[in-house]
């Protein structure tokens, strides 16, 4: 995985082999007006040990700082998404009740595509209304193995 953080928190965790991390990390240097380099931050850290922790099933809630950056419909929709319980899903128009816009069940899963924040912020929880995988954009393969991870199948 790639992250990318400033002082005040992670703001990207990317699957290094995404075709828009290349994108993202303009976008985020566009954003911020700075350039990206390698190097260490303060939160790099914490971040490793939570993810060690949480791929090897013992950390459920993520408490490294996170600083996402979007519109304030997205930030909303990540919000919701912070709230649904480990181990447990939703469907993208339980996610847009959550919001207070039902019948965005579009823009909600749109806001999950822009998520710069895999698994720390966990778009990956929300499911398609008939109960199905859709939409993630680390594969879904990836989407059925944080799930199976988190039901305690892996």
């Given at each position: ?5 400033l ?21 985020l240097s ?17 971040l ?35 709230h ?10 339980q ?17 999950n595509?822009?998520?710069r ?11 398609g ?10 594969g ?15």
């Amino acid at each position: 995985m790639f992250a990318c953080a400033l002082a005040e928190g992670i703001c990207l965790l990317e699957f290094a082999d995404r075709e828009v991390l290349d994108a993202r990390l303009q976008s985020l240097s566009k954003q911020f007006d700075a350039g990206i380099i390698p190097g260490n931050n303060g939160h790099f850290d914490r971040l490793e040990c939570e993810l060690d922790a949480y791929f090897n099933g013992s950390l459920r809630e993520f408490t490294v700082p996170l600083y996402p950056s979007g519109t304030a419909f997205q930030k909303a929709a990540w919000d919701a998404l912070l709230h649904i319980p480990y181990g447990e899903s939703i469907s993208y128009k339980q996610q847009a009740e959550l919001v207070g816009k039902p019948k965005a069940i579009r823009a909600v899963a749109n806001a999950n595509g822009r998520n710069r924040m895999s698994i720390l912020i966990p778009c990956h929880r929300v499911i398609g209304a008939n109960g199905q995988l859709a939409g993630y954009g680390g594969g879904v393969w990836r989407k059925k193995h944080l799930l199976e991870l988190e039901a305690g199948q892996l």
